[in-house]
């Protein structure tokens, strides 16, 4: 079993809607998620964090997160084109700190 | 704002030479961090580096492999003999110890031909 699942889409979504993008992981240990965006090309940048269950927001990003289902997912809300990216999902797997294990993205395009 | 530096940007080398990869750390960051991003693939772990030792190492990292704290700012990659299979983005990262928030360089692109 994949450690970090996400699905690569593409997906498409209209300008100003609402971009929903999901992540499940293995472990039902791990306690750190974090979501990361990738433009091609460059490195991933840190979006989002969260170590509790229930919803984190963060200007027109919220995360949520589910440990009993070991779910992850990230809302942008009025998606803009510059959202356009690969979002990436990361988790500390199991009880360690410093071993990030990331998904291998999830493709989003914002079409005007 | 500060951030993570790695040099070079770009890499090209023969099979079976030795590289190194430069990185300098954000300086107040205490864990330091290799990953490499192979074309349309997944971020991989290499290893993770804190208090002058590897703290955690993938099974990529093999005997090949080496990390190196030379001097209170730099954190090098070596690979001895490269592969064809080493052909990668390799990313430096760094972390405050506080929150596990890595925050990544912009890369270096090794070409192994």
């Known amino acids: 079993q994949k450690e970090v699942e996400q699905n690569s889409g593409p997906l498409s979504v209209p300008e100003g809607a609402i971009a929903s993008l999901n992540c499940t992981y293995s472990?039902?240990?791990?306690?750190?998620f974090f979501w990361y965006r990738q433009y091609s090309g460059k490195s991933p940048e840190l979006i989002m964090s969260?170590?509790?269950?229930g919803d984190k927001e963060d200007g027109r990003f919220t995360a949520q997160l589910n440990k009993a289902s070991q779910y992850v997912s990230l809302l942008i809300r009025d998606s803009q084109p510059s959202d356009s990216a690969t979002y990436l999902c990361a988790v500390n797997i199991g009880t360690t700190r410093d071993k990030l294990t990331f998904g291998t993205g999830t493709q989003l395009k914002v079409e005007l | 704002e500060p951030e993570v530096t790695q040099t070079p940007s770009h890499q090209v080398t023969q099979m079976g030479q030795e590289v190194i990869l430069r990185c300098v750390p954000i300086s107040n960051h205490l864990y330091f961090y290799w990953y490499r991003q192979i074309l349309g693939q997944k971020v991989e772990f290499l290893v993770s580096f804190y208090n002058n030792e590897i703290s955690e190492k993938s099974e990529i990292f093999d005997d090949q492999f080496s990390v190196e704290r030379p001097d209170g700012s730099n954190f090098t990659l070596k690979i001895r003999s490269t592969k064809l299979e080493d052909s990668a983005m390799y990313f430096c990262a760094s972390e405050d110890g506080l929150n596990e928030k890595l925050f990544f360089g912009s890369g270096t692109q090794l070409s192994v031909l």
């Open positions: 472990d039902r240990g791990s306690q750190s």
């Open positions: 969260i170590y509790s269950n």
